[in-house]
């Protein structure tokens, strides 16, 4: 694929959903802004560090994590008609087309979790780079899942969403617990726990959704 149809593909789906978009971002300010800031008092480390971590991870993969499941459950069969015709016309294998059409969700979820730790910052409590690294490997990853629900209909569709859900609680796990509880290694631990386990869902997830577009019997070429 031509890095011009790329872009011709997401900004006409990022246009065509950016009331949305919109919404999102709004959403992610208003509760970065608010969210609960600081921890209690506790004297054991242990517990103080989960503490500290489940403060700073937390709101932002959870919140910006679902943000990015709805924004991809968006880019579904119908809600755009002309849009949908347009693609399928297009000479372009279902990995290509599953690409562009995933990066549009993905690039409107990495934007709300940066709006998310702006709002934070604003407030005198944004999280530090390696966090909001960890969460937004989380957001791209479950973003990336639940778009496999757009190929499938009826209670077929909740299976996709499921694992994305799945994939938001794993990864907090992960990126909570998984150094916390190494005292060789420190954050190296649960930093690349949380990234491998991310990185492998959403290449999994990616190439499952572009062998399923790959099926449609009006698409031209096969994947």
Same mark, same amino acid.
């Given at each position: 694929m031509s890095?011009?149809?790329l872009m011709a593909i997401v900004s006409a789906r990022l246009r065509a959903e950016r009331r949305s978009l919109a919404f999102a971002c709004a959403s992610a300010a208003v509760v970065g802004f608010v969210q609960p800031h600081g921890i209690a008092a506790i004297t054991d480390p242990l517990t103080?560090? %989960?503490?500290?971590?489940?403060?700073?991870?937390?709101?932002?993969?959870f919140f910006c994590s679902t943000i990015g499941i709805a924004l991809a459950l968006a880019q579904g069969p119908g809600r755009?008609?002309?849009?949908?015709?347009?693609?399928?016309?297009?000479? %372009?294998?279902?990995?290509?087309?599953?690409r562009a059409?995933?990066?549009?969700p993905v690039l409107a979820a990495t934007l709300s979790?940066?709006?998310?730790?702006?709002?934070?910052?604003?407030?005198?409590?944004a999280a530090p780079p390696t966090f909001f690294i960890l969460a937004l490997a989380c957001v791209i990853a479950s973003t990336l899942v639940a778009l496999n629900a757009t190929t499938r209909s009826g209670a077929r569709r909740l299976a996709p969403i499921a694992l994305a859900a799945a994939t938001i609680a794993i990864a907090y796990v992960l990126a909570v617990y998984?150094?916390?509880?190494?005292?060789k290694s420190g954050d190296a631990v649960g930093v690349a726990t949380e990234l491998i386990?991310?990185?492998?869902?959403?290449?999994?997830?990616?190439?499952?959704?572009?062998?399923?577009l790959a099926r449609y019997?009006?698409?031209?070429?096969q994947s």
């Amino acid at each position: 694929m031509s890095p011009g149809a790329l872009m011709a593909i997401v900004s006409a789906r990022l246009r065509a959903e950016r009331r949305s978009l919109a919404f999102a971002c709004a959403s992610a300010a208003v509760v970065g802004f608010v969210q609960p800031h600081g921890i209690a008092a506790i004297t054991d480390p242990l517990t103080a560090d %989960l503490a500290t971590r489940s403060v700073w991870l937390a709101g932002p993969m959870f919140f910006c994590s679902t943000i990015g499941i709805a924004l991809a459950l968006a880019q579904g069969p119908g809600r755009h008609t002309y849009l949908d015709t347009t693609e399928r016309s297009a000479p %372009l294998f279902g990995r290509e087309l599953a690409r562009a059409k995933a990066l549009a969700p993905v690039l409107a979820a990495t934007l709300s979790a940066l709006v998310y730790w702006a709002a934070q910052y604003v407030s005198g409590f944004a999280a530090p780079p390696t966090f909001f690294i960890l969460a937004l490997a989380c957001v791209i990853a479950s973003t990336l899942v639940a778009l496999n629900a757009t190929t499938r209909s009826g209670a077929r569709r909740l299976a996709p969403i499921a694992l994305a859900a799945a994939t938001i609680a794993i990864a907090y796990v992960l990126a909570v617990y998984a150094d916390a509880y190494s005292t060789k290694s420190g954050d190296a631990v649960g930093v690349a726990t949380e990234l491998i386990f991310c990185a492998l869902a959403g290449f999994i997830a990616l190439r499952q959704y572009g062998e399923s577009l790959a099926r449609y019997e009006d698409f031209i070429g096969q994947s």
